[in-house]
């Protein structure tokens, strides 16, 4: 009897050990691109890490359920998504006593500043079909295919919105700098 409950706890061990060796797998592959995704998603630091942590929290609780390895980002992708909708769902505005908040002067910001923030208002500016696929391209690498298996959509209709996206955004960065052409000369 004694004998029998020791191999069935050895038996437990090995899976909590085999599952731990998988989720230090997956956070050291990932960590970094959830990071960053949830960075772009909320542009703050400190909220974009306490989602990732939120994220992993989760993928450690169902990681039994992650069958494929391959779509493992995608699944993190996924959880973190949930995560930030979470987050609107519990939120409760904050107020502010006006005499307490100091204006910032931005006009000291280097121009790098100012073309990164305008990018990424235009890209804020495309609807949210076509602002999805392209940052999954853009910041994930995602090829077509898994952007279309990430959203549930088909190859085709990712390759569209995809195309339709960039070329929205060229059509603003041109209309943007044909009016500061008229306006400097």
């Given at each position: 009897?004694?004998?029998?409950?020791k191999?069935e706890?050895?038996?437990v061990l090995s899976?909590?050990?085999?599952?731990?060796?998988?989720?230090?797998?997956?956070?050291?592959?990932?960590?970094t691109?959830?990071?960053?995704?949830?960075f772009w998603?909320?542009?703050?630091q400190?909220?974009?890490?306490?989602?990732?942590q939120?994220?992993?929290?989760?993928?450690w609780?169902?990681?039994d359920?992650?069958?494929?390895?391959?779509?493992a980002?995608?699944?993190?992708i996924?959880?973190?998504r949930?995560?930030?909708?979470?987050?609107f769902?519990?939120?409760?505005?904050?107020t502010?006593d006006?005499?307490?908040?100091?204006?910032?002067d931005?006009?000291?910001?280097?121009?790098?500043?100012?073309?990164?923030r305008?990018l990424?208002r235009?890209?804020?500016?495309?609807s949210?079909?076509?602002?999805?696929?392209?940052?999954?391209?853009?910041?994930?690498?995602?090829?077509?295919?898994e952007?279309?298996d990430?959203l549930g959509?088909n190859?085709?209709t990712?390759m569209t919105?995809?195309?339709?996206?960039?070329?929205?955004?060229?059509e603003a960065?041109e209309k943007?700098?044909e009016?500061?052409?008229?306006?400097?000369?």
């Amino acid at each position: 009897m004694f004998a029998r409950k020791k191999t069935e706890n050895a038996q437990v061990l090995s899976v909590m050990k085999a599952k731990h060796h998988r989720y230090e797998a997956l956070v050291k592959a990932f960590h970094t691109d959830i990071y960053r995704y949830a960075f772009w998603l909320v542009k703050d630091q400190s909220v974009a890490e306490d989602i990732v942590q939120e994220t992993f929290l989760r993928a450690w609780r169902s990681l039994d359920a992650l069958n494929d390895e391959k779509a493992a980002k995608s699944w993190l992708i996924t959880i973190l998504r949930r995560e930030n909708a979470r987050r609107f769902e519990r939120k409760q505005l904050e107020t502010v006593d006006i005499d307490d908040v100091s204006i910032q002067d931005e006009t000291q910001q280097a121009d790098d500043d100012v073309s990164n923030r305008e990018l990424q208002r235009l890209l804020g500016g495309l609807s949210i079909e076509y602002r999805e696929p392209l940052i999954l391209q853009i910041i994930f690498g995602f090829s077509g295919e898994e952007i279309a298996d990430q959203l549930g959509l088909n190859k085709n209709t990712v390759m569209t919105r995809l195309f339709r996206a960039r070329n929205q955004l060229k059509e603003a960065l041109e209309k943007q700098n044909e009016q500061r052409g008229r306006a400097n000369g």
